[in-house]
């Protein structure tokens, strides 16, 4: 069997020379050149399982949402193109909004309309409720996970799913 560069140099050589009419080496040099890379790619898998089982779950929720195949590979390969310090910030701020989030759940202040658009009774109800918990909801509002705590722990997370997981 020939090397890969040695086929590659081949098909690049014959298809250079004007006329190109393929013979038993140019086919040969083609068919490694594909068992070559379904080998590699079979070994890409083999090695990072714990990606292909988080894309496959990752891409059909995708799927899910946007309705569309193409846009739902789309949105996640750009999810993959960012740096990992950005994830975890978005991480941190997504937790952060639902900390928030489930507060107020919890102590009956309901978000989503704009106060001026609310009656006055229930402004004064909500405000009585933020005052009367107002270390919790200051804590909440300015976050209650910093990034520090964040990195740490989805690092730690990782790192045992990885070596729990790895071999599964």
């Known amino acids: 069997m020939a090397t890969l560069e040695a086929n590659i140099n081949r098909l690049f050589w014959r298809m250079g020379n004007g006329k190109f009419e393929p013979n038993d080496k140019d086919v040969k040099a083609l068919t490694e050149v594909t068992e070559w890379i379904n080998r590699q790619k079979e070994q890409e898998i083999k090695s990072n399982q714990l990606f292909a089982k988080l894309y496959v779950k990752a891409f059909f929720e995708d ?4 309705g569309d195949a193409k846009f739902a ?4 390969h750009s999810h993959l193109r960012k740096p990992l310090e950005t994830i975890f910030k978005e991480f941190e701020t997504n937790l952060n909004d639902y900390e928030f989030k489930m507060f107020c759940d919890k102590m009956g ?9 609310e009656p006055e009774e229930k402004k004064e109800k909500e405000m009585e409720i933020v005052k009367a918990n107002e270390a919790d909801f200051l804590k909440l ?3 209650k996970w910093d990034s520090d705590k964040i990195t740490k722990a989805l690092n730690n997370q990782i790192t045992e799913a990885i070596n729990n997981f790895k071999n599964k």
């Open 63 to 66: 799927i899910e949402k946007y």
């Open 73 to 76: 590979q789309y949105s996640l």
């Open 109 to 117: 202040i309901e978000l989503g309309q704009h106060p001026a658009l």
């Open 141 to 143: 509002v300015n976050g």
